[in-house]
């Protein structure tokens, strides 16, 4: 099993948002949270790294009969603690911290975060406010993530408009990510020492894993009679059906134009069809594995098929991972691709797979889908029986086995496309 070293570093650290809160509230958090805030969060890193060299410095000179180091510790342990009785008072009362971040961002790719700080109410009004510098400073990042810079430089916060500062990270894992508040502080005079900090609201990132590059699937789509169709679905070339009349509206084909009732009403009238053949597709992911790098490729090639098939004119309409059914209605212009990833960035190892249990679970779906994709991690009887359960009801069902080889060909971002004979690479388009 490959050890992450990663999460080793974080193992004291609460991981997500709500065990980050449960510590804050406890009697704990909230001794220790304040004491730490007030010394070393007020500390920029050039005061950080004064205070390492004066603990050197203390430990050096701890024979004061010996040695006259007790003075330069002293001198030093004078500057710091000077510094952190000016910052004190420089408290930014009226300035406002904002965050803009994407919603989403795939694992692996940088994310920049800008941060507008911005002067208001009556500090914004008075031009006589002292200007001090403003430093931003970031969250502690999960195990995960890394920033990509160094801390941005300081800026000045005037009363024309905010002033932009702008962060880099990257993270390496799927998931959705709770960072703490960014936050923003006058700088005392030194550079040493900060002032009362402000902070901005948390922010929300879904990490979504990657897309495969799926050029061609290894089966022919075929469309379902839909009774009433699907509402709101954009039409394509299949046969219609006549559902009414309506009165004209500036872009209408002319050749639906119905004569007779323009000529019965006096006002131009067109007909209006409904399409009642859809290809709605169903695809499983199978998460009962304990290889994590092929559980990754797995869920890229989910989200490349999906991409592949909403591409089209079909409607992806379920999305089962392991033993959760998640109704989607993705394609034809009802939906994103972000609908899915935002799911898939979330999937975890899923119990043993069972066919009889996962099949009374999407027994309520099947007689709305044309077509069902299995993307299965091992070969066995289980998987067998899912797809006979499903072929048995009449709806085409094709498995995509996820081995070693279709493993390392997702890792290697190649083009992938089905052919009769099995899978086909073609390594001359790569994805970007």
């Known amino acids: 099993m490959k050890i992450d070293f990663a999460r080793l570093n974080h193992i004291l650290i609460p991981k997500g948002k709500e065990e980050r809160d449960r510590f804050r509230d406890s009697r704990l958090g909230r001794i220790l949270i304040p004491l730490v805030s007030i010394f070393w969060g007020s500390l920029t890193d050039e005061g950080r790294s004064l205070v390492l060299v004066t603990f050197i410095v203390g430990a050096v000179s701890i024979d004061v009969r010996n040695t006259a180091g007790y003075v330069f510790f002293s001198v030093l342990a004078g500057v710091i603690g000077g510094s952190l009785a000016a910052a004190f008072r420089l408290r930014v009362r009226e300035m406002t911290i904002t965050v803009d971040a994407p919603r989403r961002v795939t694992v692996g790719e940088p994310v920049t975060f800008t941060i507008a700080c911005a002067r208001a109410g009556a500090e914004a009004a008075t ?206 212009s009802l939906g994103t691709l972000d609908q899915a990833l935002e799911l898939l960035a979330t999937v975890e190892r899923g119990p043993t797979l069972a066919a009889p249990q996962l099949l009374g679970r999407l027994e309520p779906y099947l007689g709305r889908l044309s077509t069902v994709v299995v993307i299965a991690l091992a070969e066995g009887a289980e998987r067998t029986a899912l797809q006979r359960g499903i072929t048995g009801r009449g709806i085409a069902c094709t498995t995509l086995l996820v081995d070693d080889e279709l493993t390392k060909k997702i890792n290697e971002r190649t083009e992938l496309a089905w052919t009769n004979a099995g899978i086909a690479s073609m390594p001359a388009k790569r994805a970007s």
């Open 127 to 332: 031009a006589s406010t002292p200007q001090h510098p403003v430093r931003v400073r970031g969250p502690f990042l999960p195990w995960d993530g890394a920033w990509l810079d160094e801390a941005p430089a300081e800026v000045i916060v005037g009363d024309r408009g905010p002033a932009l500062s702008k962060m880099r990270a990257k993270f390496v894992a799927r998931g959705l990510h709770h960072l703490d508040a960014f936050t923003a502080a006058a700088v005392a005079p030194g550079g040493l020492a900060c002032g009362p900090r402000r902070s901005s609201d948390a922010v929300k990132l879904h990490v979504v894993p990657r897309v495969a590059n799926v050029a061609r699937l290894p089966f022919t789509i075929a469309a379902r009679h839909q009774p009433g169709g699907v509402a709101l679905a954009s039409k394509s070339g299949e046969a219609m059906d006549l559902l009414g009349v309506r009165p004209y509206r500036p872009g209408d084909p002319v050749r639906d134009l119905h004569a007779r009732s323009w000529a019965r009403t006096g006002i131009p009238v067109v007909r209006e069809y409904q399409q009642e053949y859809f290809t709605r597709v169903g695809v499983v992911l199978d998460t009962d594995v304990e290889d994590s790098d092929r559980l990754e490729a797995a869920i890229e090639l989910a989200a490349g098929v999906i991409a592949h098939l909403s591409r089209g004119e079909a409607l992806v309409d379920v999305l089962v991972v392991g033993d959760t059914v998640h109704e989607l209605t993705l394609g034809r």
